[in-house]
């Protein structure tokens, strides 16, 4: 079971750089600076109470983390000592950039009991960082990849395809490139133009084309598929849909749906159904099978992957629910035919896989 993770937002605090897609304030729906060690307190014993048992950590997000004022950073540690000596949390994660991450903090961070640090790499294109406003190059993520996961730390990778100069070559390269350096968990949010951002100005200036909602989807499902075959958990797909998000005007354009990451899910079953049919002799009285769990992925959205089917050929009006299939798993058949597969384990996007 993954760990319950109580998240406290300090959005941009510590930031030296205004990124160009980045207004954490919407994102979090944050307007203070950082939380209290009350309020730390409070909240977790909150989440705690009426949680299953299970792994608590607390998380610092939505800022740089190891750039705050070292009082600063040891005062939000100390905030859960409490805590993790009462054995209600085990430690902590933090997310910050891949440029501030050298042995003195990463030292530091161990006795403070930071098991997870999620390092926001955003591409490993050098062009797409520089346009982006990052201050960082993709040599430094990849160096602090390797660097935190020596230093005994779970290490993370947030990743932002879209972004300006960036695509979908890029986007897999990039997570391709994270996956060899060793990161241990990612996440994936698409471009979105958030209000009072610079990328906001470019969009309405007409310097800045964002991924549509399919080409956004596309991509990432061929990201999450990599991932999914390297052992690597996506830990989250597409921006929370919060309140700030759900604000009038807070999103401009770009690539977002409230159910990002169910969208993309489902992309993984189409595609591996079509590739399956394409081997099939007869395309008629096709029928398809999946465990129960996973009935809503494989029909879509608003059941859409039927609709996508019928229109390639295969007329698949209803699932069949098969326990015995892996929830990863699925299987098509015909009146003389029968072929499984799996999400994780098929060669998907063959194009992408050797790249």
Same mark, same amino acid.
């Given at each position: 079971m993954p760990p319950l993770i109580i998240p406290f937002f300090i959005p941009h605090s510590g930031c030296p750089h205004t990124c160009l897609f980045c207004n954490q304030r919407l994102i979090s729906g944050v307007k203070q600076p950082y939380p209290t060690a009350e309020q730390v307190l409070?909240?977790?014993?909150?989440?705690?109470?009426? *949680?299953?048992?299970?792994? @608590?950590?607390?998380?610092?997000? #939505? +800022?740089?983390?190891?750039?705050?004022?070292? *009082?600063?950073?040891?005062?939000?540690?100390?905030? @859960?000592?409490?805590?993790? &000596?009462?054995k209600i949390v085990a430690g902590v994660r933090i997310s910050t950039r891949p440029d501030a991450l050298n042995d003195k903090i990463l030292k530091f961070l161990a006795v403070n009991n930071v098991k997870?640090?999620?390092i926001g790499v955003q591409s490993l294109d050098d062009e797409v960082l520089s346009l982006s406003g990052r201050g960082h190059t993709a040599v430094d993520s990849l160096e602090a990849i390797k660097r935190v996961r020596e230093a005994g730390f779970l290490v993370g990778a947030q990743l932002l395809p879209g972004l300006p100069g960036d695509t979908s070559a890029k986007s897999v390269s990039g997570i391709k490139?994270?996956?060899?350096? +060793? &990161?241990?968990?990612?996440?994936?949010?698409? !471009?979105?133009?958030?209000?009072?951002?610079?990328? &906001?100005?470019?969009?309405?200036?007409?310097?800045?084309?964002?991924?549509?909602?399919?080409?956004?989807?596309?991509?990432c499902a061929i990201m999450l598929h990599l991932s999914l075959r390297a052992g690597i958990p996506v830990i989250r797909i597409g921006l929370q849909a919060d309140d700030g998000l759900s604000?009038?005007? &807070?999103?401009? !354009? #770009?690539?977002?749906?409230?159910?990002? #990451?169910?969208?993309?899910?489902?992309?993984?079953?189409?595609?591996? @159904?079509?590739?399956? !049919?394409? +081997?099939?002799?007869?395309?008629? !009285? @096709?029928?398809?099978?999946?465990?129960?769990?996973?009935?809503?992925?494989?029909?879509?959205?608003?059941? *859409?992957n039927l609709m996508k089917w019928k229109n390639y050929g295969l007329n698949i009006p209803n699932l069949f629910p098969d326990s015995s299939l892996d929830k990863n798993e699925i299987r098509i058949e015909n009146l003389k035919q029968k072929v499984k597969s799996s999400v994780v384990t098929s060669y998907l996007y063959e194009e992408y896989n050797n790249a």
């Amino acid at each position: 079971m993954p760990p319950l993770i109580i998240p406290f937002f300090i959005p941009h605090s510590g930031c030296p750089h205004t990124c160009l897609f980045c207004n954490q304030r919407l994102i979090s729906g944050v307007k203070q600076p950082y939380p209290t060690a009350e309020q730390v307190l409070k909240t977790v014993l909150e989440w705690v109470g009426r *949680s299953r048992r299970r792994l @608590v950590e607390v998380a610092f997000y #939505g +800022g740089s983390f190891t750039l705050l004022p070292e *009082s600063l950073q040891k005062y939000l540690l100390d905030s @859960v000592q409490p805590l993790i &000596a009462r054995k209600i949390v085990a430690g902590v994660r933090i997310s910050t950039r891949p440029d501030a991450l050298n042995d003195k903090i990463l030292k530091f961070l161990a006795v403070n009991n930071v098991k997870t640090i999620e390092i926001g790499v955003q591409s490993l294109d050098d062009e797409v960082l520089s346009l982006s406003g990052r201050g960082h190059t993709a040599v430094d993520s990849l160096e602090a990849i390797k660097r935190v996961r020596e230093a005994g730390f779970l290490v993370g990778a947030q990743l932002l395809p879209g972004l300006p100069g960036d695509t979908s070559a890029k986007s897999v390269s990039g997570i391709k490139g994270v996956i060899q350096a +060793g &990161a241990q968990i990612i996440r994936i949010y698409p !471009a979105v133009v958030l209000e009072g951002t610079l990328l &906001a100005e470019q969009f309405k200036n007409g310097n800045y084309k964002p991924l549509t909602l399919d080409e956004g989807v596309k991509t990432c499902a061929i990201m999450l598929h990599l991932s999914l075959r390297a052992g690597i958990p996506v830990i989250r797909i597409g921006l929370q849909a919060d309140d700030g998000l759900s604000a009038d005007g &807070a999103i401009i !354009a #770009g690539c977002w749906h409230p159910a990002f #990451g169910e969208l993309v899910k489902a992309q993984l079953f189409h595609d591996l @159904v079509i590739k399956l !049919a394409s +081997g099939l002799d007869d395309k008629n !009285a @096709v029928k398809l099978f999946c465990n129960p769990d996973r009935i809503s992925q494989v029909e879509g959205h608003k059941r *859409s992957n039927l609709m996508k089917w019928k229109n390639y050929g295969l007329n698949i009006p209803n699932l069949f629910p098969d326990s015995s299939l892996d929830k990863n798993e699925i299987r098509i058949e015909n009146l003389k035919q029968k072929v499984k597969s799996s999400v994780v384990t098929s060669y998907l996007y063959e194009e992408y896989n050797n790249a």
